[in-house]
Every structure is written in structure tokens, then in C-alpha cells.
């Protein structure tokens, strides 16, 4: 297994990634309608991405083929800017391999290297393998949005997670 930046020659792969991953779990925030994105406009996201000093995409490669990624933005408003949030995803017949530790620890480091000191994120409170997973890698639940999430005609509430890197706080 290979936890590296993605690359433009990534797009196809990073495109047929996101297919399978919606069609496989109702967790992430998009629909399958909503991913329908083609190779070019995934190509034209990455290059926007390797542009900016904010954001960065990880993904995870098994044997020439991707199994997941971490996207992490930081904040750019002063009074935030020590923080930044992330999704993350890993195909379900690749959980339990250490490829979602990988991933975190991967953008954690180069987080930790832009001096960030605060890691936050959501995550459906009916999650409840993801929420062991992030209380495993450091996070604390801080809040609860209330129906936050619709779906499948039914209301969901998302928690509130967080980490905060020791030696970095100011």
C-alpha cells in the first residue's frame, strides 16, 4: 500500500474511486447523482488543487489501484487559519487494513508541517465504526448537529470531532 499526493494522471482512477465508494455507503455527504463528474473536470480539480497552498488530497494505492483518499482543507480566515477539516473514504473490502490510519497520519504530517494545531471534522452519529476509528486516532466528540443529515426520508444527527496536535498549540 502507497499513501501519496494525488496526481493529474490520477483523475480516471480518482473519478471510478468516487463512483464506488457512494454506491457502497450511504456515509458520505454526496449522492451518486451528485458525483457524476468526468476525467477532465476531475483533471482541471486536481490542477486547482496542486495550485493552492490549502488543500491537499491523499490517496491510497494497492497494487496500481486506488482504494481510498483523505481531501483536507485549511482555513484561511486569520482567526482560523491554525485549522483546517477533512473527508475521508476507503473502499469497504479495503477497511481494517490500516489504509484510513495511513491516510490521517499521512495529512496530519503535512498539516502539522503548515503549523496546524487543530483537525476537525464531522461524521453521522449512527457512524459508529468511523466514530470508534477517529476516538482510536486521537478525536473527541465536541458537538451534535441536530437532523443535520436528510436521508432516506429520515433526519440524522452529525457529531462534531476534533484533535488537537500536542507541541503546536499556541
Known amino acids: 500500500m502507497i499513501i501519496r499526493p494525488i496526481t ?10 468516487n463512483k464506488k ?7 458520505l455527504l454526496m449522492t451518486p447523482e451528485e458525483t457524476s463528474i468526468s ?27 486506488l482504494t481510498g483518499f483523505l481531501g483536507t482543507t485549511i482555513f484561511t480566515p486569520q ?3 491554525h485549522t483546517a477539516n477533512f473527508v475521508m473514504a476507503v473502499l469497504a473490502k479495503n477497511k481494517k487494513r490500516g489504509i484510513g490510519t495511513a491516510l490521517l497520519q499521512a495529512a496530519e504530517n ?47 444527527d452529525e457529531l462534531y470531532m476534533a484533535k488537537i496536535f500536542p507541541n503546536t498549540q499556541s
Open 8 to 17: 493529474i494522471d490520477d483523475a480516471k482512477d480518482f473519478v471510478l474511486l
Open 21 to 27: 465508494l457512494v454506491q457502497e455507503t450511504e456515509f
Open 39 to 65: 476525467t477532465q473536470q476531475q483533471k482541471e480539480k486536481i490542477t486547482d488543487l496542486k495550485n493552492s497552498t490549502n488543500r491537499m488530497i491523499f490517496v491510497a494505492e494497492d497494487d496500481g489501484t
Open 79 to 81: 482567526k482560523m487559519n
Open 110 to 156: 503535512w498539516l502539522q508541517k503548515k503549523n496546524i494545531s487543530r483537525l476537525e471534522m464531522t461524521v453521522m452519529a449512527h457512524n459508529i465504526p468511523a466514530i470508534a476509528f477517529y476516538q482510536k486516532n486521537g478525536f473527541v466528540k465536541e458537538g451534535v448537529r441536530k437532523q443535520a443529515i436528510a436521508m432516506n426520508d429520515q433526519r440524522y
